[in-house]
Structure formats: structure tokens, C-alpha cells
């Protein structure tokens, strides 16, 4: 992997819901896990069908090192660009052979969490 391909500085967060203690409502806010220097690589419709059996809703991938921030992240959480882009990410990373690259497939744009 080449470091000068890393070019993309993404911010990973986690949604965490709080209740109000003036109001007793449901706040959710995002708190940050960790920083992570990857590849954003678009997803192709027959890339899509062979990586994971059935189209899903993803439109890119995050490719990068290994971190350990993405160990249990899940389809509640978000990766934010440095160029205020949102990606959702739509399933779990999925680590490379020897834990040395990690990919995450992501759909751009912002959702409810």
C-alpha cells in the first residue's frame, strides 16, 4: 500500500443517544472514535454484486492501514471526510490478511444515524 494514496483523512464517529435533563427527550450526538488516513474508491455495480452477493446500498469503499478505531464498527456509525463529506458506513471493516489493510464500505450522504 502506498502512502501517497492515503490522501483522505476521515474522522470516525459514533452515534450516542442521551436523554435531556431538562426535558427528558432523546438527544443524540456523535462522539468521535478515532482518525483514519485511507483511499476513497468508488463501487462499480458489478464489484458491488461480487463483494457482497447481493447489491447493497454502498457506493464506495474506504481503503487504508489497519486501526485499531475500526474494530467494531458497525452500520450505526459514520466516517467524515476532511472535505465535509459524510459517508454512512454499511457494514463491518473488513480486515485484510495479517491485519495490515482494512476496507470499509460506505454510502455517501448523512441519514439519521
Known sequence: MKAGRL??????QRA????????GEMVRSWVTIGHWRCERQPIGVREG????GI???????????????LVGLAAR???IGTDGRA???VGPALLGNA??????RVKSGVNDG
Open 55 to 69: 447489491r447493497d446500498e454502498a457506493d464506495a469503499k474506504l481503503v487504508g492501514r489497519y486501526n485499531s478505531a
Open 49 to 52: 454484486l461480487i463483494d457482497g
Open 99 to 104: 491485519n495490515d489493510t482494512a476496507t470499509l
Open 7 to 12: 490522501r483522505h483523512r476521515v474522522t470516525l
Open 16 to 23: 450516542v443517544d442521551t436523554q435531556d435533563d431538562a426535558t
Open 87 to 89: 459517508y454512512n458506513i
Open 77 to 79: 456509525d459514520r466516517a
